[in-house]
């Protein structure tokens, strides 16, 4: 079955402080990684997307990692700001069916 | 670019009462969408694959019945939830299908429906 477990479930950090949130994933056949970040009451918005042959790949202040053969991910966040707290979402693609395994979430709340 | 909306944001009805949700494709023509729904706290969960011109494909568990989708054409897929009871509350989010080399899904804002 496939599967995306992200830790920790929640985060609380300051400002200004770098996190690093994790995706651990058991999906096959792998097509591509994303990172979503969600705010309360909206929809995901795509933060980065990675496929097989790509290891990091940044959007602004975030920086994903992908290691497919111990199939985990990281999404780093850089000098956090409030605007940061959100939900962010790992989201696991297999073949090309465009059915995409989600991860239950972080929960980050950046504080002053 | 890849920009979905969705219609309306916020619903409340009346137990019993019919509530229809649209998804559209801003900028670009989405042969599949997809609707999700995600309870408090909880991930997204697929209820249905929106097929342009055909039916609907749903996932287990989900009642066909109850959640009528239509994809009347390539940037519009309506998602019409009957008979509606306070179980059917939830935020709803529906998505469409970038095909491209990363095979990607834009998501809309979402819709809040609240049933009392």
């Known amino acids: 079955k496939n599967q995306v477990e992200q830790s920790p479930q929640s985060l609380i950090i300051l400002e200004g402080k770098n996190c690093t949130l994790q995706c651990n994933y058991t999906v096959s056949p792998f097509s591509n990684l994303r990172w979503y970040k969600q705010d309360t009451g909206r929809g995901p918005v795509s933060l980065t997307i990675m496929t097989f042959s790509e290891n990091t790949k940044s959007n602004g202040r975030y920086t994903a990692t992908l290691d497919a053969d111990t199939k985990q991910s990281s999404l780093h966040i850089t000098a956090s700001q409030l605007s940061d707290s959100a939900s962010y979402i790992c989201?696991?693609?297999?073949?090309?069916?465009?059915?995409?395994?989600f991860g239950t979430g972080t929960r980050l709340q950046v504080t002053l | 670019g890849a920009v979905v909306s969705q219609h309306p944001s916020r619903v409340i009805c009346k137990s019993g009462t019919s509530v229809k949700i649209e998804c559209r494709s801003l900028d670009f023509q989405a042969t599949t969408m997809f609707w999700y729904r995600q309870f408090p706290k909880q991930s997204l969960m697929l209820m249905a694959t929106s097929n342009e011109g055909s039916k609907a494909t749903y996932e287990q568990g989900v009642e066909k019945d109850k959640f009528l989708i239509n994809h009347a054409s390539l940037t519009l897929s309506t998602l019409t939830v009957t008979s509606a009871h306070p179980e059917d509350s939830s935020f709803y989010i529906c998505s469409a299908n970038l095909v491209s080399a990363a095979d990607t899904q834009y998501f809309g804002p979402g819709t809040r429906l609240t049933v009392l």
């Open positions: 989201v696991v693609s297999a073949g090309t069916a465009s059915k995409l395994t």
